[in-house]
């Protein structure tokens, strides 16, 4: 299995290295890391999408304002996962699946770029995003970007753990070696996803954490600006924050046999991207 490290997104809020720990003037940068894994008998897997070609040229119609202004979303088509895959040879329908931490806008925007894929992730963040019950989870869930997708697959956790985690080990019509860990906190349904190759595991913790101190250290390290995004999108705070602590003793318990990523540090992806 070969695996490709995309950043499909660029968000710049206000707040520079108050949020991203690192940028010099007045507005941060957050990636969208998704992973393309062009796999031997099951064609191309994505695993996340970021934002889509819709959302590029339409945001006004796709995304909500309060985000759109919140987030400052960048409008570059060369990011969307499909420019990527087509810049690596491929075509659109070569991704035969998709697997997903969750809905957000920030997540989903891909899937209309690949209306024929196979689409994987816990029932209960379809669930809770197609009821869009407050006014976060409409702002957050856009159902434009789901339109036309018909290949669902929803799941609870079931069988065999993963280092001591639920987990749902069979994913239908894909190998064994990719799985949904239910991470609940950020939203209800969301997972994270484990991917084991010839060099080990890793897991893609999607929004489970934002930084790269809050893994791999004792204590947890966090910019203030990420600290209170995190809050404010948590629909479980407490299950979140429990979460990321078992999270973070993973990391250092299995850290060598466990290479852990989140969505949006985009020092960890550069630093993949350079290898
Ligand atoms: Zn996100």
Same mark, same amino acid.
């Given at each position: 299995m070969i695996i490709h490290h995309l950043n499909c997104g660029c968000m710049c809020p206000l707040g520079g290295a108050l949020y991203d720990g690192f940028s010099k003037g007045l507005h941060a940068h957050l990636a969208c890391h998704c992973l393309l894994l062009e796999t031997r008998h099951y064609g191309l897997v994505l695993i996340d999408t970021g934002f889509g070609s819709d959302d590029m040229r339409h945001p006004e119609r796709r995304l909500s304002r309060f985000f759109r202004l919140m987030n400052n979303i960048q409008r570059r088509e060369s990011l969307t996962a499909l420019?990527?895959?087509?810049?690596?040879? $491929?075509?659109?329908?070569?991704?035969?699946?998709?697997?997903?931490?969750?809905?957000?806008?920030?997540?989903?925007?891909?899937l209309t770029d690949f209306p024929h894929a196979q689409v994987h992730l816990l029932q209960r963040e379809i669930d809770t995003a197609h009821a869009r019950h407050s006014w976060l989870t409409r702002e957050r869930y856009r159902p434009g970007q789901w339109q036309g997708v018909s290949g669902?697959?929803?799941?609870?956790?079931? &069988?065999?753990?993963? $280092?001591?985690?639920?987990a749902v080990t069979a994913l239908r019509g894909l190998?064994?070696?990719?799985?949904?860990?239910?991470?609940? &906190?950020?939203?209800?349904?969301?997972? &994270?996803?484990?991917? #084991?190759?010839?060099?080990?595991?890793?897991?893609?913790?999607?929004?489970?954490? $934002?930084?790269?101190?809050? *893994?791999? #250290?004792a204590t947890r390290h966090c910019t203030p600006g990420l600290r209170f995004y995190q809050w404010m999108m948590?629909?479980?705070?407490?299950?979140?924050?429990?979460?990321?602590?078992?999270?973070?003793?993973?990391?250092?318990?299995? &850290?060598?046999?466990?290479? *852990?990523?989140?969505?949006?540090?985009?020092?960890?992806? #550069?630093?993949?991207?350079?290898?």
């Open positions: 420019s990527q895959v087509q810049s690596l040879g $491929f075509r659109a329908e070569d991704v035969r699946h998709i697997v997903l931490t969750h809905l957000d806008f920030d997540h989903a925007g891909g669902w697959h929803g799941y609870a956790a079931e &069988g065999e753990k993963w $280092f001591g985690f639920e190998p064994p070696e990719i799985l949904l860990i239910p991470l609940a &906190g950020h939203t209800l349904g969301h997972a &994270g996803i484990a991917i #084991q190759d010839a060099n080990g595991w890793l897991l893609h913790g999607g929004d489970a954490w $934002f930084y790269r101190g809050e *893994m791999g #250290q948590g629909v479980d705070n407490g299950a979140r924050r429990e979460n990321q602590r078992r999270l973070r003793e993973l990391s250092l318990a299995h &850290g060598g046999e466990i290479k *852990m990523i989140c969505s949006h540090d985009a020092l960890t992806l #550069q630093a993949l991207q350079n290898r």
